[in-house]
């Protein structure tokens, strides 16, 4: 083997060792680069935040302890109190907001009332008889039979009758000496209603009449029968009532939050069942003075022609009044849609341009009355200014991530800011399929209230076994609020809140069975979110107080978000059960 000499061996050494120092110096220099720009990355003043949990505020990035949502950077520059979040045209149609002007218009309401038709109290009127005695044949014989003036109706034995017609017959034989006393046999007679030639009749005969003819006196429909063949009747007792259908009252209900807003000589456009797709209309021409205190309503009154008869009392009607209301001759209205509730405050949102860029300003509004799908502001806006009119929750959503002044934050009612592409945390409202939705309350018995109380009751178990996640618990619960639901008997006098109410049973029935009838856990909890949404809305519209709470929590199904029930404030998600069980917030005390 070749001998390796001393001085080839110094020099490999010297070599390692400075190749050594040089790669620790280098790879400090990499490790102080990479911790530099970390901690430029995520410096000192970087704030991360939970779109969820607005609360949640660290200055490093990870996941939220509350609902295990990844965290969000928050835009520090935009942050800044004097600096606007810009918002591109792009980013307003990928977060479909839209604006409209606010304008001035007349404050003109349509009024739907619902009404049934019925008979013409004027024209109703009772058939009596005209003497005592025993009805031995009645020509009429059921309700709904047409009568005419002179008919007769009812042949009756009359004691009385016989007696008075064998008085006419002596007062006859002396007539010539004693014409007074013919004369007042006579008269008997025609108080009885006997005409003329009923009594010229009696005469020629030269015997009395056992049974006796009773006339109509009018012509008309009967619309209610009171005797049969062989019923005893007085003197000027009632036989029949007798309608003329010629003449009709649309009889419409008005709730008392419209009184004030229907007078009479309002035009009335309504539409019939019976008659699809064919128009009606006429003119009030009566409101009862007075309310009704059971049902909180009045009738309005329209007098309908029915010459040919071709509408029938008890046909049911759907009317539209157009009411001038009476706040002036113009107002500011403005989209149902552009409004904002929390609490008490009620916001909109108002585009502004600053600098060339739009910006948004929240603005606190006062509202005035309800115009269909339209409010009247009193208070907040003037005319031309920009509102948003679609997508108003999510630049309340972006207000909110970056901490600035928002439906759930009032610092600044009228603070500015802006929203760009890279802050939209869009919270859409999903509105179920097959809700039955409607902001109108009705007045209804207390036994009434306390069914729907407990179909609140039954939904209890089913949500917080879903909670647990236990099928076959949320299984056992469901029969008992299906049945509670059927049980409650509308048994209700106002006709509106009646049909409200099979709206929202069979809403309620058919979810009830979904879930009953499924055994996928996702499924179940699909159907449990349109079930909460309509007892939601039936407790509000029947006015329930429970004593609970309605939750929402925006990350289910999808970030579609869902609302559910619940009798404590505690969060218990329903949709997620122990995967993120605390995620969601109380939205509105019930």
Same mark, same amino acid.
């Given at each position: ?258 009184? !004030?807003? &229907?007078? $009479?000589?309002? %035009? #009335? ?8 797709? +064919?128009?009606?209309? /006429? ?62 405050? !009620?916001? &909109?949102? $108002?585009?502004? %341009? #600053? ?8 603005? +606190?509004?006062?509202? /005035? ?84 109380? /407990? ?136």
């Amino acid at each position: 083997m070749k001998k390796i000499n001393k001085q080839t061996i110094i020099i490999a050494l010297i070599t390692l060792f400075v190749g050594f120092l040089i790669g620790n110096l280098l790879q400090s220099d990499d490790s102080d680069q990479q911790i530099s720009e970390h901690e430029h990355q995520h410096g000192e003043d970087d704030v991360w935040t939970c779109p969820m949990h607005l609360q949640i505020r660290q200055n490093e990035p990870g996941k939220c302890p509350i609902c295990g949502m990844a965290l969000v950077k928050v835009d520090q520059e935009n942050s800044a109190e004097s600096a606007n979040l810009k918002m591109s045209d792009a980013a307003m149609k990928l977060a479909n907001i839209v604006t409209e002007e606010v304008r001035l218009d007349r404050t003109e309401k349509n009024i739907r009332l619902s009404g049934k038709i019925k008979p013409d109290e004027r024209f109703i009127s009772s058939q009596s008889s005209h003497i005592d005695g025993r009805i031995e044949k009645l020509m009429v014989s059921y309700t709904g039979e047409f009568v005419k003036k002179g008919q007769v109706i009812a042949n009756v034995y009359s004691p009385e009758l016989v007696n008075a017609e064998k008085e006419l017959f002596v007062a006859h034989r002396m007539k010539d000496t004693q014409p007074e006393l013919f004369a007042a046999a006579v008269e008997k007679l025609k108080n009885w209603k006997l005409t003329n030639r009923q009594i010229d009749e009696i005469l020629a005969a030269g015997k009395p009449k056992d049974y006796f003819p009773i006339l109509s006196d009018l012509s008309g429909i009967v619309v209610d029968k009171k005797v049969n063949e062989g019923d005893h009747v007085m003197e000027g007792a009632s036989m029949f009532k007798i309608a003329d259908l010629s003449k009709l009252w649309l009889l419409l209900e008005v709730n008392e939050s419209d009184i !004030s807003n &229907v007078k $009479v000589g309002d %035009q #009335v456009d309504y539409t019939i069942q019976s008659f699809p797709g +064919e128009q009606f209309a /006429g003119i009030i021409t009566f409101i009862d003075p007075v309310i009704n205190p059971d049902t909180r309503v009045a009738f309005a009154r329209v007098t309908i022609d029915n010459p040919t008869g071709r509408l029938k009392p008890e046909m049911f009607a759907i009317a539209t009044v157009k009411s001038q209301l009476r706040t002036g001759d113009e107002k500011i209205q403005v989209p149902a849609s552009a409004i904002l509730w929390t609490g008490k405050r !009620s916001i &909109v949102y $108002v585009k502004q %341009q #600053v600098n060339g860029e739009p910006v948004f300003q929240l603005r +606190e509004v006062t509202l /005035g009355p309800k115009l269909d799908d339209q409010y009247i502001i009193s208070e907040g806006l003037t005319e031309g200014e920009q509102i948003v009119v679609s997508g108003a929750f999510s630049v309340d959503a972006a207000a909110q991530l970056e901490g600035k002044p928002s439906m759930m934050n009032k610092d600044d009612k009228n603070a500015v800011f802006a929203v760009n592409k890279s802050t939209q945390i869009p919270i859409p409202q999903i509105e179920q399929v097959g809700v039955n939705l409607s902001d109108t309350v009705f007045q209804v018995p207390s036994a009434f209230k306390l069914a729907i109380r /407990g179909i609140y009751e039954a939904y209890l178990p089913v949500k917080e076994a879903l909670v647990e996640s236990d099928v076959m618990k949320v299984k056992s619960f469901v029969p008992a609020l299906i049945q509670a639901i059927s049980d409650v008997d509308s048994g209700l006098s106002d006709s509106r809140a009646k049909e409200e109410w099979q709206k929202d049973k069979s809403v309620l029935i058919a979810n009830g069975q979904k879930i009953s009838q499924e055994s996928d856990l996702a499924e179940m909890r699909k159907a449990l979110s349109p079930l909460s949404d309509q007892l939601y809305h039936s407790l509000k519209k029947f006015d329930v107080n429970t004593g609970g709470y309605r939750q929402y929590c925006p990350m289910a199904f999808d970030y579609k978000g869902a609302y559910w029930l619940s009798d404590s404030d505690e969060i218990l998600n329903p949709y997620f059960g122990d995967e993120m069980l605390t995620c969601g917030n109380v939205e509105e005390d019930l």
